[in-house]
């Protein structure tokens, strides 16, 4: 994924390899740290950061069983439970 993000980065933006790697794995991290070239990115390398930072909290993991997953009818097994309440 840092591969990945760090390379679109390099593709849209005209600056250093190792700040735009930085930025991505400080996103990734969710540390919140920067050097401070956020602001000159481009719109696309500031989605390509949201997207990481999104990617970021919610876990690689999460967002791949949540990817993975069929979507189905899940109204049709709830059960409520029944109780007999004793008022007395």
Same mark, same amino acid.
């Given at each position: 994924?840092?591969?990945?993000?760090? =390379? *679109? @980065?390099?593709?849209? /933006?005209?600056?250093?390899? %190792?700040?735009?790697?930085?930025?991505?794995?400080?996103?990734?991290?969710?540390?919140?740290? #920067?050097?401070?070239?956020? #602001?000159?990115? =481009?719109?696309?390398?500031?989605?390509?950061?949201?997207? =990481?930072? %999104?990617?970021?909290?919610?876990?690689? @993991?999460?967002?791949? %069983?949540?990817?993975?997953?069929?979507?189905?009818?899940?109204?049709?097994?709830?059960?409520?439970?029944? /109780?007999?309440?004793? *008022?007395?």
């Amino acid at each position: 994924m840092i591969f990945l993000m760090t =390379s *679109i @980065l390099t593709i849209t /933006e005209r600056i250093d390899v %190792f700040a735009l790697l930085f930025e991505v794995v400080s996103a990734l991290g969710t540390v919140g740290l #920067s050097l401070g070239i956020t #602001s000159e990115l =481009s719109s696309a390398g500031k989605v390509v950061i949201i997207v =990481s930072m %999104f990617m970021g909290r919610i876990g690689l @993991l999460t967002l791949g %069983f949540f990817l993975s997953q069929k979507a189905t009818k899940s109204s049709a097994n709830i059960k409520y439970p029944e /109780e007999q309440i004793l *008022i007395g």
